[in-house]
């Protein structure tokens, strides 16, 4: 059995870079085809020094989900409680997902990787982090139900999320692999602000809104 990880600076500092590279390696080669092994060579490390910090890979794993979901969630509570109308923290918080993903790409490939290999069975690991969203969720409507956007065009969250979420995991994910010839590169800065622009025209227009594009600053 391992032994408990140092909460050290230092061991902070090495548990930062193992779920790192950790993401990158489940990205590239999901669950089943990324070895301790791999991951600690990654960092440099022998695969024992890896399993004093995490016992073993699914252990490695929840810590890399919990990590990225909990930065994503932390950009989107921020987008979406800085006020005003429904409309205007929406279009934030859409701007806020699309820069995530720019950033984190290893996120929509593991999305796709989660939702590839889930079964009634067996349902998608990351969904054990998908409370804190939920509960956002109610906080903005709590928040905004008096709002006019919410009487006049009632929104369906679910396909306003799967529109959403899929344009931006399809965009990064899907098309160098799909058109790998067609010269774009999904995390260039100005094929991700052509994305962000589209995907805001989807969100107004599932919102019955015609606000003016402008431009989003969601990083912190």
């Known amino acids: 059995m391992s032994q408990p990880a140092r909460r050290g600076p230092r061991a902070e500092r090495t548990r930062e870079t193992i779920l790192r590279e950790a993401e990158a390696l489940f990205a590239e080669r999901g669950f089943a085809g990324a070895r ?12 024992a020094s890896l399993l004093y ?18 930065a994503l969630h932390a950009r989107v509570a921020a987008a979406l409680r800085a006020g005003g109308g429904l409309a205007a923290r929406v279009e934030r918080a859409v701007s806020a997902w699309v820069d995530f993903v720019g950033e984190r790409p290893a996120l929509a490939r593991i999305i796709l990787r989660e939702a590839a290999g889930a079964t009634a069975e067996r349902p998608p690991a990351i969904l054990r982090h998908a409370a804190p969203f939920h509960a956002l969720g109610r906080e903005v409507v709590d928040a905004t139900g008096d709002d ?20 931006t995991v399809f965009f990064i994910a ?30 107004r227009r599932l919102l019955g809104t015609s606000l003016r594009a402008k431009p989003h600053n969601t990083r912190p």
């Open 36 to 47: 301790l092994e791999d991951v600690a060579g990654a960092v440099g490390m022998r695969r």
């Open 53 to 70: 910090h995490f016992r073993d890979k699914h252990e490695l794993y929840d810590a890399v989900l919990a990590a990225l979901l909990q």
């Open 148 to 167: 006019p956007l919410t009487r006049s065009a009632p929104i369906d969250p679910v396909h306003f999320a799967s529109a959403i979420a899929g344009a």
């Open 174 to 203: 899907v098309m160098p692999v799909l058109a790998p010839r067609s010269g774009i590169d999904p995390l260039a800065p100005e094929q991700l602000a052509a994305h962000r622009n589209e995907v805001l025209r989807i969100a």
